[in-house]
């Protein structure tokens, strides 16, 4: 079983929003803290944001406008929505976990895609 399945990408079109899912296997304790990375093509890979157990989230300030993350803990399901989609938004989303206090990522799901276009 994978640690971390991300799901609700694909093709979407400019100023629309979408909300991506990252299911968390029972690999993945109640106590990780599980964020968002985003990888565009040739570029390098950015963290976008992150969400403790307890409902702590951080946005990184170049994203905080658009993308917001959450989590359900009784589904064992993150979300990272973003609002008014922009093309440069095209990119390989990909979840991943931690445990703190440790900085150290443990957990990293294969990635969704998503393409912004008309």
């Known amino acids: 079983q994978e640690p971390l399945v991300e799901s609700g990408g694909g093709l979407v079109q400019p100023g629309t929003s979408l909300k991506l899912s990252c299911a968390l296997s029972?690999?993945?304790?109640?106590?990780?803290?599980v964020g968002w990375y985003r990888q565009i093509e040739g570029q390098r890979r950015e963290k976008i944001a992150q969400?403790?157990?307890?409902?702590?989230?951080e946005h990184e300030d170049s994203v905080k406008d658009r993308f917001h993350i959450s989590r359900d803990n009784t589904q064992r399901t993150v979300f990272l929505e973003i609002n008014n989609l922009k093309p440069e938004d095209t990119a390989v989303y990909y979840c991943?976990?931690?445990?703190?206090?440790?900085?150290?990522?443990?957990?990293w799901g294969k990635g969704t895609r998503v393409t912004v276009a008309s």
């Open positions: 969400i403790t157990a307890s409902g702590v989230a």
């Open positions: 029972d690999h993945v304790v109640d106590s990780h803290t």
């Open positions: 991943f976990a931690k445990l703190p206090p440790f900085e150290a990522i443990s957990y």
